[in-house]
């Protein structure tokens, strides 16, 4: 492991420990709830969509779970503001993957991934063009 995944531990941890847009936001376009089983990790997005329905205006975040989870929850909740929804549901593991900034094993892939989804969902939801009974734990 060279420098640079030490650098990237560190904001993991950064992000961890000092989450950005943590909470909830008051009357969100649209919230959504999913959670990884496999380890107990829950979250909570909420999103509030500019006046054209389609930027993402801002993203707060709550909820428990381990370190990646958590920070990658938080990390998001930068990036996505600015962003369409279509942008966001083009987000992939490895967009995720490379925000993060370290290789995630196998076994804390869907860690790392489980905000995107969850705000993914949520957006999904929104358009109409998932059945809100959806969980998130689903691929």
Known sequence: MGLGSDMYRQQILDHYKSPRNYGELEDPTF???GENPMCGDEIRMDVVLADDSETIERVAFSGDGCAIS?????????ELPGTTIDEL???NRDDIVDMLGVEISPMRIKCAVLAEKVAQDGAEIYRGELDKDRTTTED
């Open 31 to 33: 919230t959504h709830v």
């Open 89 to 91: 549901l083009e987000m």
């Open 70 to 78: 958590q920070a990658s929850a938080s990390m998001l909740s930068t």
